[in-house]
């Protein structure tokens, strides 16, 4: 028997980091609970998944207490329509989606004669019920492929086995960059539900991506709930696989930092693990600080400052003679290490302290 992987979990010889979904259980919610007048892409929530929405209704996004009895999960990932689009555009998308870098998924072996069958599972609950689309995308190779299945009852936890077919065309990049999707759609307009459903792999046709999908946007107070989503190699959907809170939260932190508590939104008026620096000015009045960023992410991040009152883009500072805010910038950026900097705080050579968070971003 080949076992990829490190190591073997707590599910009787199955083998452990099986599962190529991040964060698949909603324990780990970084940016916080719950964003409400969602209209366009990002990340609001839980940790590594994205909303991509372009026209289709108003959402409200939320890390759930809510999840299948006797499973193990406590929380679900939940999309509440509160503004509705019951005739989409066209162009109109909305969807749910977790991307992958190349590094993750080399042992798929896609673009070979080896290439492995994927399978799929998750818990899902929704207030409409019919025909709901998810999506595989290769996103090195313009390539996807798209599977059905069925929201049988209303309000009710159900869990769903996808198989996703294995695919000799199109070698996966073997870097840190976007390389595979898992898209669950909530909604589209006809761009992408005008063609034939495609179940096999090939060449992405927009038209084939989502045929036949329910339009959650339909009516206000619609919503999508999952949790328990598992991607992994082979033929079989295998227990969900858990892990310690602590190894989801470093994986997620590849992509997303900050110097907040885990449960403490970015923004936030708070002190609580504010960044501290004393240090002298330089001549023209500047501070300079270093930041190490742990563990190392993905790419050179996109940084944010937040004074502890919450506003963005200063810090406050105290030198001698002087108090105030000043605007902050970061260079010298990479994935280990940036430098933070002041603005001109009034006075060179004097000693000074500046304070405030800092958020750090290289999602895909």
Request: charged share 15%; with cysteine; aromatic share 10%.
């Amino acid at each position: 028997m080949t076992v990829i992987g490190h190591g073997y979990d707590d599910n009787v010889g199955a083998p452990a980091y099986r599962n190529l979904i991040y964060n698949g259980a909603m324990q780990v919610a970084q940016r916080g609970a719950s964003t409400a007048s969602i209209t366009t892409t990002g990340y609001y929530t839980a940790d590594r998944w994205q909303v991509v929405n372009a026209g289709l209704g108003t959402w409200t996004q939320s890390v759930a207490a809510d999840a299948p009895t006797a499973q193990g999960f406590r929380n679900s990932l939940k999309m509440l329509c509160t503004t509705a689009d019951a005739s989409p555009a066209a162009g109109d998308v909305m969807t749910v989606q977790q991307t992958l870098e190349g590094y993750d998924v080399q042992r798929i072996l896609k673009g070979t004669a080896s290439a492995q069958t994927l399978k799929l599972s998750f818990w899902v609950k929704s207030n409409k019920t019919g025909t709901y689309i998810v999506e595989c995308a290769d996103y090195d190779n313009s390539r996807s492929t798209s599977q059905s299945y069925t929201v049988d009852a209303v309000d009710t936890w159900e869990q769903k086995t996808i198989t996703i077919p294995a695919d000799t065309t199109g070698t996966l990049n073997n870097d840190n960059g976007a390389s595979l999707g898992i898209n669950f759609w909530l909604g589209a307009g006809t761009n992408y539900t005008s063609g034939t459903l495609a179940t096999s792999w090939g060449a992405q046709v927009a038209a084939n991506r989502a045929v036949g999908q329910t339009n959650l946007a339909a009516a206000t107070n619609n919503y999508w709930q999952v949790t328990g989503v598992q991607l992994e190699v082979g033929p079989i959907a295998t227990p969900f696989e858990f892990e310690p809170y602590e190894t989801t939260l470093i994986k997620c932190e590849r992509y997303f930092q900050k110097t907040y508590n885990d449960s403490t939104n970015p923004g936030t008026n708070t002190t609580v693990g504010a960044y501290a620096f004393s240090g002298t000015t330089q001549s023209t009045g500047l501070v300079l600080m270093p930041v190490l960023l742990s563990p190392r992410m993905r790419s050179a991040p996109q940084v944010a400052f937040y004074q502890a009152d919450g506003t963005a883009g200063t810090w406050n500072y105290a030198r001698s003679g002087a108090t105030g805010t000043t605007t902050m910038l970061a260079d010298l950026i990479g994935t280990k290490y940036f430098r933070a900097r002041t603005g001109n705080l009034g006075a060179g050579y004097v000693p000074a302290e500046t304070f405030g968070h800092w958020t750090a971003s290289a999602e895909l």
